[in-house]
């Protein structure tokens, strides 16, 4: 998928109940990193394009963003 030059975006990813968080700030960060330490260390970050939201894998695994 291409991501357009202008638009709106989203990062998210899904915590351990499957539910969609908004990373907006610095504290948003740190809850995603306060769940890696307490699962295995990863956490999958989502980019959300126009109106496309991400939707959680049925078994939840966080990866890391490479």
């Not at 357009?4 to 975006?9: A, D, I, L, Q, S």
Request: zero cysteines; a negative charge.
């Amino acid at each position: 998928m291409e991501v357009p030059k202008v638009g709106k975006f989203n990062i998210v990813y899904f915590d351990n109940d499957n539910e969609r968080i908004k990373v907006e700030d610095d504290s948003d960060l740190q809850m995603a990193y306060a769940l890696a330490l307490s699962t295995d260390g990863k956490v999958k970050f989502f980019i959300e394009v126009g109106h496309q939201p991400a939707q959680p894998s049925v078994q939840v695994k966080p990866e890391p963003v490479v």
